[in-house]
């Protein structure tokens, strides 16, 4: 801020700049009319600094006014970055609820169990806020055949290993594989994974699950949670 002041810097400030939501009218919600063919029902977001949701809602529904804008949000005080809680978007100037049809509120757990799941079950390896938003997405929209749902997942989970280990303590890097003869030891496996801390974990994690590809990528792929687990077993997360 201070720094801003002057005249070398400018502050951007995402979170009262109307570029921000301009960009997704101008750019994403184009995008995605373009690639459903103008089929899309329901658009899901999660919220945190809202231009996301505001700019693509305002474009789609410009396009179709029966397209359902959702905005899934955590519950307070929660762990996951990127987004706000309902009581923290009541500071966020591109917040705009009468503009969205749906709020839907969204624990920690479930969004964390849903990262692993998508590590494991889909091969995707997204970031807590994109699995935030999808377990809104299942929580609200029926499993209709002519439901056309677009879920932005906004970031991959290597940003946030040292979230990813809170949650999952227990999930750890699988020991490096053993270092051939002949090999330097400098030249260990670590610096073989670019994905760093977490490439070990997610082959780790992966161990027993179909590929990506085996039902198919999409909405549509996520199977049920199995009705007896309220959340990943130890077992499930040790590819077990
Ligand atoms: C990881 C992550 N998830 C979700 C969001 C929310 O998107 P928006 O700020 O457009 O509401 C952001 C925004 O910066 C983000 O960085």
């Keep these: 801020m201070e720094m801003a002041e002057g005249s070398e810097f400018h502050m951007l400030n995402?979170?009262?700049?109307?570029?921000?939501?301009?960009?997704?009218?101008?750019?994403?919600?184009?995008?995605?009319?373009?690639?459903?063919?103008?089929?899309?029902?329901?658009?899901?977001?999660?919220l945190g600094t809202c231009g996301t949701i505001s700019g693509n809602g305002s474009f789609l529904k410009g396009k179709n006014r029966d397209i359902q804008v959702i905005g899934v949000h955590p519950q307070e005080g929660h762990d996951i970055p990127g987004v706000r809680s309902m009581r923290q978007l009541e500071h966020t100037k591109l917040f705009r609820p009468d503009e969205y049809d749906t709020l839907?509120?969204?624990?920690?757990?479930?969004?964390?169990?849903?990262?692993?799941?998508?590590?494991?079950?889909?091969?995707?390896?997204?970031?807590?806020?994109?699995?935030?938003?999808?377990?809104?997405?299942?929580?609200?929209?029926?499993?209709?055949?002519?439901?056309?749902?677009?879920?932005?997942f906004p970031d991959n989970v290597f940003k946030y290993a040292s979230s990813f280990e809170r949650h999952f303590p227990h999930v750890r890097a699988a020991p490096p594989p053993p270092t051939r003869p002949g090999r330097a030891q400098s030249e260990g496996a670590a610096s073989n994974h670019p994905g760093g801390e977490l490439a070990q974990p997610a082959q780790h994690l992966g161990g027993g699950g179909p590929a990506r590809g085996a039902r198919g990528p999409g909405f549509a792929a996520l199977p049920p949670r199995r009705a007896d687990s309220g959340g990943l077993r130890e077992a499930d997360v040790a590819g077990g």
């Design 14 to 46: 995402q979170y009262e700049n109307e570029a921000n939501v301009e960009a997704h009218i101008q750019t994403t919600g184009p995008e995605i009319w373009r690639q459903t063919e103008g089929k899309i029902t329901h658009f899901v977001a999660s």
């Design 104 to 152: 839907v509120e969204v624990k920690n757990r479930e969004a964390y169990d849903m990262c692993l799941r998508l590590t494991r079950e889909e091969s995707l390896i997204a970031g807590p806020s994109s699995a935030l938003a999808l377990v809104g997405a299942l929580k609200v929209i029926e499993d209709q055949p002519d439901a056309v749902v677009v879920v932005i």
